[in-house]
């Protein structure tokens, strides 16, 4: 059964500094609502109980959406604001949360095995928080499935551009049945020459606890960190590892110039700002 998800929020966002120095890039709103936010709901309707967070020094403010804010709950129970009250409430409750510091920014495959003391020998997620996926939640129920058929890790895969392949983790696969398949081999931000797909890594992982055996053994890579897609290529030669094709949209807001286009997008769905947006936009745009 898998019920544990572990999302790592350590690094420092530095594409979006200043702005990264003292908000943590999962803390940015789409709309009124933080980014951090979508990732965990999606696993939490996925049936995923227990929530690691790697996290540093600097991300204070994660913990704190988590929490109870006891004074501004008053505040807003005494200027009847009673349906953001509720919102609040609802957040403070949503989850129990698990704080674990990785102490020195080593890289995500780093960043995951921090995690092993609390995960353990069980299986369990991996969800990158600057990723929003399209009927997420769905996406995670079917790797979860795919897992008790075969009892093999699963990761998240998505057709992109041949123009962004070489800023992905690339995925060699075979077809096992639609939408499952079977990963090869797994290529970090090939060229498009070497590229052996055009699937990339969403940002969705589940894994067996071996990835931790496979971690302590990856050599830390450039700038001195330890690659997940290492990890992964090591425990394709002892065990299969497979994939399942996300059909749906995936936002990618660990680039400013993504974070822009998910906000504009998500802003056009909502009925009360659309209108008044697209007017704006059009009027922009034509000047």
């Known amino acids: 059964m898998v019920r544990k998800a572990v999302i790592p929020t350590a690094g420092f966002g530095t594409r979006f500094l200043p702005a990264t120095k003292s908000m943590p890039k999962e803390m940015f709103p789409i709309i009124n609502k933080p980014i951090i936010q979508f990732v965990v709901e999606e696993a939490l309707d996925a049936g995923i109980e227990n929530f690691v967070f790697i996290t540093g020094r600097h991300k204070r403010p994660i913990e704190h959406h988590f929490d109870i804010n006891r004074d501004l709950e008053e505040v807003l129970k005494n200027s009847n604001k009673l349906e953001l009250l509720e919102n609040v409430k609802k957040i403070s409750h949503l989850i129990n949360p698990i704080y674990i510091r990785q102490k020195e920014p080593k890289g995500l495959g780093d960043a995951v095995l921090v995690s092993e003391p609390v995960v353990g020998d069980e299986p369990f997620i991996v969800s990158l928080p600057d990723v929003i996926v399209e009927g997420g939640t769905e996406v995670l129920k079917k790797m979860i499935e795919?897992?008790?058929?075969?009892?093999?890790?699963?990761?998240?895969?998505?057709?992109?551009?041949?123009?962004?392949?070489?800023?992905?983790?690339?995925?060699?696969?075979?077809?096992?049945?639609?939408?499952?398949?079977?990963?090869?081999?797994?290529?970090?931000?090939?060229?498009?020459?070497?590229?052996?797909?055009?699937?990339?890594?969403?940002?969705?992982?589940?894994?067996?606890?071996?990835?931790?055996?496979?971690?302590?053994?990856?050599?830390?890579?450039?700038?001195?960190?330890?690659?997940?897609?290492?990890?992964?290529?090591?425990?394709?030669?002892?065990?299969?590892?497979?994939?399942?094709?996300?059909?749906?949209?995936?936002?990618?807001?660990?680039?400013?110039?993504?974070?822009?286009?998910?906000?504009?997008?998500?802003?056009?769905?909502?009925?009360?700002?659309?209108?008044?947006?697209?007017?704006?936009?059009?009027?922009?745009?034509?000047?």
């Open 146 to 287: 795919i897992f008790n058929m075969f009892g093999k890790g699963v990761v998240a895969l998505y057709e992109v551009p041949e123009e962004e392949v070489s800023s992905y983790g690339i995925a060699k696969v075979k077809e096992v049945e639609e939408d499952v398949l079977l990963i090869e081999d797994l290529v970090e931000k090939p060229s498009l020459e070497e590229a052996p797909s055009n699937l990339a890594i969403v940002g969705r992982y589940l894994f067996t606890p071996k990835i931790f055996k496979k971690l302590r053994e990856t050599k830390p890579g450039k700038g001195g960190e330890v690659q997940l897609t290492d990890a992964m290529r090591k425990l394709l030669e002892e065990e299969a590892l497979y994939a399942y094709k996300v059909k749906s949209k995936v936002y990618d807001t660990g680039t400013p110039l993504g974070y822009i286009k998910t906000l504009l997008e998500f802003a056009l769905k909502e009925e009360d700002i659309r209108g008044e947006l697209e007017a704006y936009l059009r009027e922009t745009l034509l000047k």
